[in-house]
């Protein structure tokens, strides 16, 4: 089992900059992809980036690239996701993911365990 717990959201003004934070806690978080997706009211649970174990590779949706940063630090089983440049259109509760398979690790049906989201608005 691994427990997750998101933490850093909050209201920004367009163009500024958050930093999310996924504290893991359970078995060796350390061997798993870490991912975070986000969920807008009445849309589906969306890709935004993942990162593998040893952050070998890492994936973006095509509409952060550029602006967000997804990293980990295993010492301290976390993964963050660095923020910049926020859009309105990043309006969402922002969720943290993990699994041991990076078979599709853009889709939401991989992962096995997810944090209960922290909430992102972005406003014009």
């Known amino acids: 089992q691994v427990q997750l717990v998101e933490s850093g959201g909050g209201l920004v003004q367009a163009g500024g900059s958050l930093r999310l934070s996924c504290a893991a806690s359970g078995r060796t978080f350390s061997t798993y992809v870490g991912a975070w997706f986000r969920q807008a009211p009445g849309k589906e649970r969306q890709f935004v980036a993942a990162?593998?174990?040893?952050?070998?590779?890492?994936r973006y949706a095509d509409s952060v690239k550029g602006r967000f940063t997804i990293s980990r630090d295993n010492a301290k089983n976390t993964v963050y996701l660095q923020m910049n440049s926020l859009k309105p259109e990043d309006t969402a509760v922002y969720y943290c993911?993990?699994?041991?398979?990076?078979?599709?690790?853009?889709?939401?049906?991989?992962?096995?365990?997810w944090g209960q989201g922290t909430q992102v608005t972005v406003s014009s």
């Open positions: 993911a993990a699994d041991d398979s990076i078979a599709r690790v853009t889709s939401p049906s991989n992962y096995d365990y």
């Open positions: 990162i593998t174990r040893s952050a070998g590779t890492i």
